[in-house]
């Protein structure tokens, strides 16, 4: 009978695939050895009384789990700094700037795009009511009309000290913002910063001649004026 039960364990091990058995090489695979783990792996969870010569078994006792500490968490590359946007440089006096009229400020100091930047313009030679002065607003509302959107060409006279550039500004037909303004009535020539212009200087007498815009007042408060008297009050 022991010849035929050999013959048969033989045989199933010649047949089944690996781990098949219930019991790996070493173990007394000829009786039971229990199992927890549900992969049938001989002495596993610590049965060393049954299969003391196992893997899993030293000693003839169960080996302690090992708790590997948790893999640490990748490394983040540091973010890479923002470049900062390129900065124009400020035209040199008499040259020229080319771009479109982005903003107005008040009705003789508008902006324009150069190379992706604002860049603040001061009209040469004039000098528009305030903002909160007599026809300040309509001035503002103006210029607005004649350079909003539009393409202009600055001429840099100077800057002054607030560092805007202060120049003369024309649309692509060759209309000069500060005559326009002159000729409406809307601004003073600024004999102080521009005494040799005398275009300025006839432009002013006909709108003066004929009552137009803040000449209508019959005692018009130069600009200049009111920012003192706004000082002193």
Not at 40 to 50: A, F, I, K, Q, S
């Amino acid at each position: 009978m022991w010849r035929r039960l050999l013959a048969l364990a033989v045989l199933c091990d010649l047949l089944l695939p690996p781990g098949a058995l219930a019991h790996q090489a070493g173990c007394h695979w000829l009786h039971s050895c229990p199992s927890d783990r549900g992969n049938y792996v001989c002495g596993d969870l610590g049965h060393c009384g049954e299969c003391p010569d196992n893997q899993f078994c030293q000693a003839g006792q169960p080996q302690q789990a090992m708790t590997l500490p948790p893999a640490p968490a990748p490394l983040e590359a540091p973010p890479m700094p923002a470049a900062d946007a390129p900065t124009p440089k400020a035209p040199m006096i008499d040259t020229s700037i080319t771009g479109k009229t982005v903003a107005i400020v008040d009705g003789d100091t508008l902006e324009v795009l150069y190379e992706g930047t604002p860049v603040r313009v001061r009209l040469y030679g004039i000098d528009a009511p305030e903002k909160h002065q007599a026809f300040g607003r309509r001035a503002k509302r103006y210029l607005r009309v004649l350079a909003w959107q539009h393409e202009v060409t600055v001429t840099v006279r100077d800057t002054d000290r607030d560092g805007r550039l202060i120049g003369e500004v024309r649309l692509a037909d060759g209309r000069n913002f500060s005559q326009e303004l002159v000729k409406a009535g809307l601004a003073w020539h600024d004999g102080q910063y521009a005494p040799q212009d005398t275009v300025l200087q006839q432009l002013q007498a006909e709108a003066q001649a004929a009552k137009r815009g803040l000449w209508s007042d019959p005692q018009p408060v130069p600009p200049w004026t009111f920012r003192r008297e706004e000082v002193t009050r």
